[in-house]
T-cell receptor, first 114, second 110 residues
Framework: NAGVMQNPRHLVRRRGQEARLRCSPMKGHSHVYWYRQLPEEGLKFMVYLQKENIIDESGMPKERFSAEFPKEGPSILRIQQVVRGDSAAYFC????????????FGPGTRLTVL | QKEVEQDPGPLSVPEGAIVSLNCTYSNSAFQYFMWYRQYSRKGPELLMYTYSSGNKEDGRFTAQVDKSSKYISLFIRDSQPSDSATYLCAWGDSNYQLIWGAGTKLIIKP
């Protein structure tokens, strides 16, 4: 049973470019969460999605950031016009249901903005 | 006051020692508690999950929750060099959002 998959593992972008991060949840999981982690810091919640729905995006910056989880295909976290401060590790987690706390994480995408 | 307090370490102990990792929290609404292990440049891995006060044991790992003191601990017995990682505590309420500690870096010296 494959775990949560994320790609790319490493992404380098120049300021002003777009970054697209992909996440495929574990089989049978319909709940996806995105987190950002800065060096030496804990995880910061960004957004929670179910298939075709954004449930909570309270942790996501209002501008430049968006997320989707279409009926078919992976969840996408999109960052437009990246700035150096967007450099971080972005983790996706999935769970079979909401409210249980058991979230399973992918390996992360490390975004570097030059 | 932060919702979760966790000593960042690093905590360095010799192989075979008993390790104690701790977190405190301030929000009484938290109902379930987790410990995750994160190796360098990897995603967090769920180690222990509990929603009640008391102890929960899994192999060499024991999670202890004291809701009255808002305090949780993770004990690792017979520590191994492979246990060297960052340990993250996390809390949740009845919903889905987890609140995370910043993590304690643990180093087990052979």
């Amino acid at each position: 049973n494959a775990g949560v998959m994320q790609n790319p593992r490493h992404l380098v972008r120049r300021r002003g470019q777009e970054a697209r991060l992909r996440c495929s949840p574990m089989k049978g999981h319909s709940h996806v969460y995105w987190y950002r982690q800065l060096p030496e810091e804990g995880l910061k919640f960004m957004v929670y999605l179910q298939k075709e729905n954004i449930i909570d995006e309270s942790g996501m910056p209002k501008e430049r950031f968006s997320a989707e989880f279409p009926k078919e295909g992976p969840s996408i976290l999109r960052i437009q016009q990246v700035v150096r401060g967007d450099s971080a590790a972005y983790f996706c987690a999935s769970s079979p249901a909401a409210g249980t706390g058991e979230q399973f994480f992918g390996p992360g995408t490390r975004l570097t903005v030059l | 006051q932060k919702e979760v307090e966790q000593d960042p370490g690093p905590l360095s102990v010799p192989e075979g020692a008993i390790v104690s990792l701790n977190c405190t929290y301030s929000n009484s609404a938290f109902q379930y508690f987790m410990w995750y292990r994160q190796y360098s440049r990897k995603g967090p891995e769920l180690l222990m999950y509990t929603y009640s006060s008391g102890n929960k044991e899994d192999g060499r790992f024991t999670a202890q929750v004291d809701k009255s003191s808002k305090y949780i601990s993770l004990f690792i017995r017979d520590s191994q060099p492979s246990d060297s990682a960052t340990y993250l505590c996390a809390w949740g309420d009845s919903n889905y959002q987890l609140i995370w500690g910043a993590g304690t870096k643990l180093i087990i010296k052979p």
